[in-house]
């Protein structure tokens, strides 16, 4: 895609540094570059320039670079000025490339033409953004991961898989009126089925590159008065949360941002869950339960010196991952640790005190394992909640395709399911891609990128 108007921008961050960047891109960016530093520049070179207004004062004095079209970021043609960083000499330099025919750029126009002249796909466009605000240095190489196209690879094997499955089944629809029935084969049913697990393992990398990205929900919930405040406070090293020897002293949801060695982590403390009488605290304790629902985890405190079974696993949600916490170690001389999963208990089971900080460090450390944080996860990559629901919708399709075969239905029904679901995919890559969501995705990006 070729587009007739040239944009600028600061490439850099506001404020005052010792290198500021106006970044010019289109097909005046050339024409733009020479009149600024005084003559044209040649391609892929770096030279030092004055950069001068129109009545030839100068500027300032820098770096400028020329990349030709198509080899360049946008895949058009680019110049970029490096200069001082100083406000008032970058507001100069770009009224100068405005004043000689460029438009201010929108916040992502760059990387949104990168990708519209198929030098990035979607996938890792949004990579780009990721790796800027990646908050921890796991979290910047799952980033450089998906930019690298790790991520793409995964999305186009299942395409592929899909492109198969569907000539297959397409086959057969064509030589319908033959006595040989295709559909019939259970090899066929035995590739959905390898398929499917293949949607399970990339999802599940998802999930984790999206947690790496977006930090982690936990919940914190038990009973009254087994310590769920303190550890708050002393997760968030503050006091956030009043905490009272009285039962029941939080009764509605108190949120803490944190992170942990860089790792965005979302704490909610919740209202001890039991039954009550009082209406204030019913309330919070039906926030508590919604709370549970909206978790990527749950820490499910009780007190060592109390019954561990105060709260029932069957009052927390399906699906979410349980830690027993037992808290108060400091009153039964129990040391800190963390153990496996036990016959009817949920998840590990950490003991610490929140009251001394003994076993936070083992809390911390588990908390971060569970997200990847560590090199085990060296292969995961970045990921967004859209592309979750995209592999979720492709394999709800291939899966209601399997059934349509399965059951003797209607092929072409199953055709047109395994169909969707190779949308579905190409959604995450921009291969099937509204402009509303380009606008939503790029539009979060800073401006200069």
């Known amino acids: 895609m070729s587009h007739t108007d040239t944009i600028a921008a600061v490439a850099t961050a506001p404020g005052r540094g010792g290198v500021g960047v106006v970044r010019i891109s289109g097909p005046l960016a050339a024409a733009i570059g020479a009149d600024i530093c005084g003559r044209e520049l040649p391609p892929r070179e770096a030279c030092f320039r004055p950069f001068r207004d129109a009545a030839g004062e100068l500027i300032d004095r820098g770096i400028a670079l020329r990349f030709h079209a198509p080899r360049s970021y946008t895949g058009e043609d680019v110049v970029e000025l490096q200069g ?30 990168a990708f519209l002249n ?23 190489r799952a980033a450089t991961r998906s930019l690298e196209g790790e991520f793409s690879r995964r999305v186009h094997a299942l395409v592929e898989r899909l ?16 006595e040989i029935d295709f559909l019939a084969d259970g090899e066929l049913l035995r590739r959905c089925d390898r398929l499917l697990g293949d949607f399970d393992a990339l999802s599940a990398e998802a999930r984790r590159g999206e947690l790496l990205r977006d930090g982690m929900t936990v919940v914190i919930a038990g009973a009254p008065n087994v310590g769920k405040s303190s550890l708050l406070n002393r997760l968030a090293g503050r006091d956030s949360a009043i905490v009272t020897a009285q039962p029941g002293t939080t009764r509605d949801l108190l949120r803490e941002h944190i992170h942990l060695d860089g790792m965005p982590l979302h704490l909610i403390d919740t209202a001890g869950l039991r039954e009550s009488d009082d209406p204030v605290e019913r309330e919070g304790v039906r926030r508590a339960r919604q709370a549970l629902h909206g978790a990527d985890r749950v820490l499910l405190l009780s007190a060592a ?37 036990q016959a009817g208990s949920a998840g590990k089971r950490i003991f610490l005190s929140a009251k001394t900080g003994e076993g936070i460090e083992l809390l911390r450390e588990h908390l971060k394992r569970c997200v990847g944080f560590e090199a085990e996860a060296e292969g995961s990559f970045s990921a967004r909640r859209r592309h979750l629901t995209a592999l979720q919708s492709a394999r709800q399709s291939l899966l209601r395709g399997r059934k349509n075969l399965e059951q003797g239905r209607a092929p072409d029904l199953a055709a047109e399911e395994l169909r969707l679901a190779q949308n579905s995919l190409g959604e995450i890559t921009g291969e099937f891609t509204a402009d509303d969501l380009l606008g939503s995705i790029f539009s979060s990006f800073c401006i200069g990128k």
């Open 84 to 113: 001082h960083g100083g406000p008032v000499v970058l507001d100069l330099l770009l009224a100068r490339c405005l004043a000689l025919g460029a438009r201010p750029a929108r916040p992502g126009e760059f990387t949104e033409r």
């Open 118 to 140: 198929g030098k990035l796909d979607l996938a890792q466009a949004e990579a780009v953004a990721d790796l800027i605000e990646s908050g921890s240095a796991a979290a910047a």
């Open 163 to 178: 492109i198969e499955l569907r000539s297959y089944v397409e086959a057969a629809l064509d030589f319908s009126e033959e």
């Open 305 to 341: 010196d109390g019954p561990e079974a105060a709260v029932d696993l069957g009052e927390l949600p399906a699906g979410v991952p349980v830690d027993r916490v037992i808290n108060k170690i400091d009153l039964t001389r129990v040391a800190s640790t963390i153990a496996g999963p």
